[in-house]
Structures are given as structure tokens and as C-alpha cells.
Nanobody, 127 residues
Framework: QVQLVESGGGLVQPGGSLRLSCAVS????????IAWFRQAPGKEREGVSC????????FYTYSVRGRFTISKDNAKNMVYLQMNNLKPEDTAVYYC????????????????????WGQGTPVTVSS
């Protein structure tokens, strides 16, 4: 059983930055890849970014490319999401999720491949 705990959310002005953290209870084959999803009010949850802990391959949804950076620290069992130049449309609850798979472009945003989810951390971008 993999447990995930997100932190780092909060209120930030447009153009500002936040770094989200995802603490993973155990880096095993069950948590081979870690992804960030988000759910804005009244909208469906969407994939944001994903990283394969073994080979470092990363994925980003189009709307965050060039602004968000996902990274990992295997020694600390941590995955981070650095979010820069935040926009009001980035407002959402952000979740990290773990899968035993090595996602590819056609599968990375499928929620059913992720076996474990955190409780989420809220991000509000507003002036």
C-alpha cells in the first residue's frame, strides 16, 4: 500500500510561483511513476504532469508546458511540482497519484492506471 501526501498549496497572485510536494510512503515498483492531476471547481479532473522515477521521463499537459516543472528526489521519496507564472485558470485542487506502470503518451492521463491517490492540496491563483 502506497500512501501519498501533498503539500505546498495556497493562495498566490497571477504571475507568482508555488512548489507542490508529494511525499511517497515507499518508493517501490507500485510507485514507478508519479503524476500530478488537478480538479478545478465544476470541472473534471485532468492530468498535469508525470515523472517516471526510474528513467526520469517526464510528461506535461499542453497548458502548463514551459511553466511547470516536475522533479523527484528518490533518496527522500519526494516528487515536486514547481509552478511558475501561475494563471487564474490554474486554480484547482492538485493531487498526486502513483502507478506501477511506465506511462506512454497515449496512457499517461488515464486515471484508471493510477492505483494510489493523495488527498489533494488546493491552489488558488487570484489577485
Amino acid at each position: 500500500q502506497v500512501q501519498l501526501v501533498e503539500s505546498g498549496g495556497g493562495l498566490v497572485q497571477p504571475g507568482g510561483s508555488l512548489r507542490l510536494s508529494c511525499a511517497v510512503s515507499d518508493f517501490t515498483s507500485d510507485s514507478r511513476s508519479i503524476a500530478w492531476f488537478r480538479q478545478a471547481p465544476g470541472k473534471e479532473r485532468e492530468g498535469v504532469s508525470c515523472i517516471n522515477r526510474e528513467d526520469g521521463r517526464t510528461f506535461y499537459t499542453y497548458s502548463v508546458r514551459g511553466r511547470f516543472t516536475i522533479s523527484k528526489d528518490n533518496a527522500k521519496n519526494m516528487v515536486y511540482l514547481q509552478m511558475n507564472n501561475l494563471k487564474p485558470e490554474d486554480t484547482a485542487v492538485y493531487y498526486c497519484a502513483a502507478t506501477r506502470l511506465r506511462p506512454i503518451t497515449s496512457t499517461v492521463w488515464r486515471e484508471d492506471i493510477y492505483d494510489y491517490w493523495g488527498q489533494g492540496t488546493p491552489v488558488t491563483v487570484s489577485s
